[in-house]
């Protein structure tokens, strides 16, 4: 892959909207970058970058730790974000996205789907999680269940639940019917059950029965 330098990026053409056009390569060489950057498929960047605003990513880019991203920036499928990583407002990001811990999302920021998110990660208001629902908090906890794997929990700004568990999305009853009728009484069903509980009792959200039902 070739590795670009700050030099090499001045020279690259723009746009008819006056985005710089960078090819798929490796910039770790390049700590700044300036607004209105269009990068593409599996670049590469390594710590302390920062990227104005309007910068767009495309699939399986890699960014290292500290990297800050100015508003309205766009990323694709399977991008990875290193711990301490900064996004501004309006940001958005494609499906399968994966960010280390202590991120910072400004607000209105979007997710697609199955994006997984490292411990203590702060979101601002208005942010989307997948299927376009707003959502004020994420509890996520692992590695359980059959899937040995995160199972997500986002509070939604109407104080339901929506649960992200593999290939499952739905609230929180329709989690805890999915995982009885897959795992019947297993020890998965009753540590499925156990999360759910307790993501219900982390937001505050009155607990139910599931038991019962």
């Known amino acids: 892959m070739k590795k670009y330098t700050l030099a090499d990026l001045r020279t690259f053409e723009r746009n008819e909207n006056g985005f710089i056009i960078c090819p798929a390569g490796d910039y770790t060489a390049i700590e700044k970058f300036p607004e209105c950057c269009s990068f593409g498929k599996w670049c590469s960047f390594g710590e302390d970058c920062s990227f104005g605003e309007r910068c767009s990513f495309g699939e399986d880019c890699s960014f290292g730790e500290w990297c800050s991203f100015g508003e309205d920036c766009s990323f694709g ?37 199955s994006c997984s998110f490292g411990e203590d990660c702060s979101f601002g208001e208005d942010c989307k999680c997948e299927q376009n629902y707003e959502f004020e908090k994420l509890f996520q906890i692992g590695y359980i269940g059959s899937r040995d794997d995160t199972t997500q929990f986002w509070l939604l700004t109407d104080k339901s639940i929506l649960v ?50």
Do not use: M, P, Q
């Open 77 to 113: 499928e399977r991008c990875s974000f290193g711990e301490d990583c900064s996004f501004g407002k309006w940001c958005s990001f494609g499906e399968d996205c994966s960010f280390g811990e202590w991120c910072s999302f400004g607000k209105s920021c979007s997710f697609g789907k």
């Open 164 to 213: 992200r568990c593999g290939c499952f999305c739905g609230n929180i009853d329709e989690f805890i019917e999915a995982v009885k009728g897959t795992h019947g009484d297993t020890l998965y069903a009753k540590e499925y059950i156990a999360a759910a509980e307790l993501a219900e009792l982390h937001f505050g959200v009155k607990e139910r029965d599931h038991a019962e039902k």
